[in-house]
């Protein structure tokens, strides 16, 4: 069955800093993945979306990289600030002919200290 | 705002009992989905729906079931509740973009 690995222990990072969080994929090779921000009790906002044949992925200060052959995505946070602190999920884009579903991560807190 | 509402917001209830939860997507949304999240948790898909249509399934429980209405709003049916079931139990719905958009969740508890 698909695995997407997240690492589950939190990031701890600098204020200013830039903030690096994997995401790992077995068994499926998606058109597409997508990262999501989760802060505790709300429901997952949608960041940046990354097709299979685009290497690299940039919105203001949030870049995304999609390794087809390595099954890896890296999403970082430049200039990192406090507020970005939260839970970042990503999530396996997987498309049939008439079915779509997302099938997320266990997610990465990161922890942005002052 | 995702445009995307849950109700209720908190739900308690006991063991065995049944319970509704409800969604409305944004407006022109066709597809919506259901997500179970557990304490500490990911979020595990349960089911989609496309304009009435179920699409997609996930690791859904048959006590749990689902359907759209015409007017493209959603409905999980939660029944025969276990203690194990207590969750965070999100809507999301999407359009013509690939993006899902998420409700604020239903916070069920089963005491």
């Known amino acids: 069955s698909q695995k997407i690995e997240q690492n589950s222990e939190a990031l701890n990072i600098q204020e200013g800093k830039t903030a690096t969080l994997t995401c790992n994929y077995t068994n499926y090779s998606p058109a597409y993945l997508q990262w999501y921000r989760q802060d505790p009790g709300r429901g997952p906002v949608f960041l940046l979306l990354i097709r299979e044949n685009e290497k690299e992925k940039r919105k203001e200060r949030l870049k995304v990289t999609f390794d087809t052959t390595l099954k890896q995505s890296l999403f970082h946070i430049t200039a990192s600030q406090p507020a970005d602190s939260a839970t970042y999920l990503c999530?396996?884009?997987?498309?049939?002919?008439?079915?779509?579903?997302?099938?997320f991560g266990s997610g990465t807190r990161l922890l942005v200290r002052p | 705002d995702s445009g995307v509402t849950q109700t209720p917001k908190h739900l308690i209830t006991a063991t065995g009992q049944r319970v509704t939860l409800r969604c409305s997507p944004r407006?022109?949304?066709?597809?919506v989905y259901w997500y179970q999240q557990s304490l500490d948790q990911g979020l595990q898909f349960l089911i989609q729906y496309y304009n009435g249509e179920e699409r997609a399934k996930g690791n859904i429980l048959e006590r749990f079931s689902a359907q759209q209405f015409p007017d493209l709003h959603s409905e999980l049916n939660l029944s025969s509740l276990e203690l194990g079931d207590s969750a965070l139990y999100f809507c999301?719905?999407?359009?013509?973009?690939?993006?899902?958009?998420f409700g604020q969740g239903t916070r069920l508890t089963v005491v």
């Open positions: 407006s022109g949304d066709l597809s």
């Open positions: 999301a719905s999407s359009g013509q973009g690939a993006e899902a958009f």
């Open positions: 999530a396996l884009d997987m498309r049939g002919d008439s079915s779509y579903k997302l099938i």
